[in-house]
């Protein structure tokens, strides 16, 4: 079936550091791909997605690729904030629209 | 816009007793999702509904939680009755249109259920 697998945290960075947090995917057809953010005490916000292979998501100074020949989507951001500490959820979705999550991958930035 | 509302947000209960969560999607979103968040771990879809039919609900245990969604608008989340291992965020989410790969799911703040 389809599943996600995100490296393990968490992941500590002093402010202005460069981030990447991995993600590789298992899944059959041609799945979209997104990165979700909780900060604390908030609900799950979409921060971005691609839905085709090569296709770069953005948003708010992160980036991630769609990599089919790697089954990657990885997380990066040139210059993290303090603001940016919270955790880190890939997940895919399938034809059925449903999204199928990673395990989380907590970041914290330190001034 | 309003977001996807939840209530209640943080709810204590004794093993064995029952519990209720309510969700009211984005106004004019088809497809609702309930999922679980055990604390360390990402999401897992419980139940999904268009309008008000079931769609799938293979991860839903059964003989202690239920669902519904009337008039394909609100819904309610049950547990009865409950595990300490039901101890969890219950996650309400809504979208647009189903089976569209792509389509961005909106997630409401949660209701935390701690059982003792």
């Known amino acids: 079936g389809n599943s996600v697998t995100q490296m393990e945290g968490p992941v500590t960075l002093s402010e202005e550091a460069f981030l990447t947090i991995n993600c590789t995917y298992t899944?059959?057809?041609?799945?979209?791909l997104f990165w979700y953010v909780q900060y604390p005490g908030e609900g799950l916000q979409l921060l971005l997605k691609?839905?085709?292979?090569?296709d770069k998501g953005s948003n708010k100074g992160f980036e991630a690729t769609y990599r089919k020949e790697t089954t990657s989507f990885h997380l990066e951001k040139g210059s993290v904030q303090v603001s940016d500490s919270a955790v880190y959820f890939c997940?895919?979705?399938?034809?059925?629209?449903?999204?199928?999550f990673g395990q989380g991958t907590t970041l914290q930035v330190k001034p | 816009e309003a977001g996807v509302a939840q209530s209640p947000r943080y709810k204590i209960i004794e093993k064995r007793q029952s519990v209720a969560f309510w969700c009211n999607p984005i106004?004019?979103?088809?497809?609702l999702y309930w999922y679980q968040q055990i604390l360390g771990q990402g999401p897992k879809l419980l139940i999904q509904?268009?309008?008000?039919?079931?769609?799938?609900d293979s991860q839903l245990p059964k003989d202690r939680f239920s669902a519904e969604r009337l008039k394909g608008v609100d819904s309610t989340l049950k547990i009865q009755p409950a595990k300490l291992e039901d101890s969890a965020v219950y996650l309400c989410?809504?979208?647009?249109?189903?089976?569209?790969?792509?389509?961005?799911?909106?997630f409401g703040e949660g209701s935390w259920l701690t059982v003792v």
């Open positions: 106004s004019g979103h088809a497809t």
């Open positions: 509904f268009q309008n008000n039919g079931v769609v799938d």
């Open positions: 997940a895919l979705s399938g034809n059925t629209g449903k999204l199928i």
């Open positions: 989410a809504s979208s647009f249109q189903e089976y569209l790969s792509g389509n961005t799911i909106y």
């Open positions: 899944a059959t057809g041609y799945p979209s």
């Open positions: 691609a839905t085709k292979a090569d």
